[in-house]
Nanobody
């Protein structure tokens, strides 16, 4: 069982930056996919950014040019650098990792952007 430890959320003013980290513990795989999703009350969880083991990335249109996802394969850790934050980025952010058909989610970290 993989457990994901997320950190880096918090309160920031619009225009500011935050960096989220997600590190797995327990059974470690070289995850095919590592990514970040976010969810606000009453809405579906949406993909913010993802990165494959080969380094291919994809982003939600709303964050392109502002957010950068990266991974440290040696540490099996994924990061999300969030710049130029907007109030609409406020959400609970969840880390997700996948290996073959296996998928695991973090507990979520709150990001709040004040205007």
């Amino acid at each position: 069982q993989v457990q994901l430890v997320e950190s880096g959320g918090g309160l920031v003013q619009a225009g500011g930056s935050l960096r989220l980290s997600c590190a797995p513990s327990g059974i470690i795989f070289s995850f095919n996919f590592m990514g970040w999703y976010r969810q606000t009350p009453g809405k579906q969880r949406e993909l913010v950014a993802g990165i494959t083991s080969g380094g291919n990335t994809n982003y939600a249109d709303s964050v392109k040019g502002r957010f950068t996802i990266s991974r440290d394969n040696a540490k099996n850790t994924v990061y999300l650098q969030m710049n130029s934050l907007k109030p609409e980025d406020t959400a609970v952010y969840y880390c997700n990792v996948r290996y073959s058909t296996y998928s695991s989610w973090g507990q979520g970290t709150q990001v709040t952007v004040s205007s």
